[in-house]
């Protein structure tokens, strides 16, 4: 037999060899964790959050408290529909319930107890007066970043790159890493994901505070370099914002909507 066949068979065997253990293998992982701890916030305060995933809105939460007035604003919105709560001050809440279509709007209205102050005509949309019983949570019962925000910190590694500072606070910079995460609390139960073209940072204070995050960041679901070159074609683009102010100077919380209410 030809030497030199032989010595390409060896080779392109050798190839497949490694091929197969490059597909098989686990690489090693970063862990993800959240650098920022959720808490209440106190005093006067507004907060705008959002996640997207692939370019489209999956969630958002703006909240906004004035301690002076003892007002509170706080709108939740989803892919089907849209909250807007309103405290006045003096125990009453009123919400702005807006839907996709009549059915979800029917549905949401199913859910509630309160009284139907106010229906639109050209909308599938209504203003309710929630009883004191199953009044909403207000913003200042809440913990910041909100649960959907927080999840999305928690499936992403950070690192620490420097410092910035706001209103005279000193920050913390982290910013998200490329590479193989591990995503979970439990080292035996942590699920492996890729993660790519990540872009943006997070503020952190020395409460471990988050003031600021703008992050966007692609993730493949495999755990294997075999796995990843599968999935490559079925990643998912996140997207999550998160800013909060001490100050309501550009704010308003009394909604327009409320003249509506006779």
């Known amino acids: 037999m030809d030497r030199r066949y032989v010595i390409v068979v060896a080779i392109a065997l050798l190839i497949l060899a490694v091929g197969g253990i490059l597909a098989l293998y686990t690489p090693a992982a970063a862990t993800a964790s959240s650098p920022a701890e959720p808490s209440e916030l106190d005093g006067t305060f507004a907060v705008a959050e959002s996640v997207s995933v692939d370019d489209s809105p999956f969630f958002s939460r703006k909240s906004i408290v004035d301690a002076s007035t003892g007002e509170q604003r706080q709108i939740l919105s989803f892919e089907e529909v849209t909250y807007d709560h309103y405290w006045t001050g003096n125990d009453r809440q009123y919400t702005k319930i807006v839907a996709e279509n009549e ?8 859910e509630t107890d309160g009284d139907v102050r106010y229906e639109y005509d050209d909308e599938p949309s209504v203003i309710v007066e929630s009883t004191a019983a199953e009044n909403a949570t207000s913003a200042t019962d809440h913990t910041f970043p909100d649960t959907l925000t927080h999840s999305q910190l928690e499936m992403t590694a950070f690192e620490e790159t420097g410092t910035t500072s706001a209103d005279g606070s000193a920050l913390e910079v982290h910013e998200p890493k490329t590479g193989w995460t591990a995503v979970g609390d ?8 890729y993660v790519a073209d990540t872009d943006g940072e997070v503020h952190i204070d020395d ?3 988050l003031r600021y995050a ?3 960041l692609e993730r493949v679901d495999a755990e294997t370099w075999g796995g990843y070159l599968l999935e490559r074609g079925e990643t998912w683009t996140t997207s999550y914002e998160y800013e ?7 704010v308003t919380v009394r909604p327009g ?3 509506e209410i006779r």
């Open 103 to 110: 059915a979800h709007l029917a549905e949401r209205l199913a």
């Open 186 to 193: 439990v080292a035996a139960e942590r699920d492996q994901l």
């Open 207 to 209: 409460d471990a505070q």
């Open 214 to 216: 703008n992050v966007t």
């Open 244 to 250: 909060v102010s001490e100050s309501l100077d550009d």
């Open 257 to 259: 909507w409320v003249n």
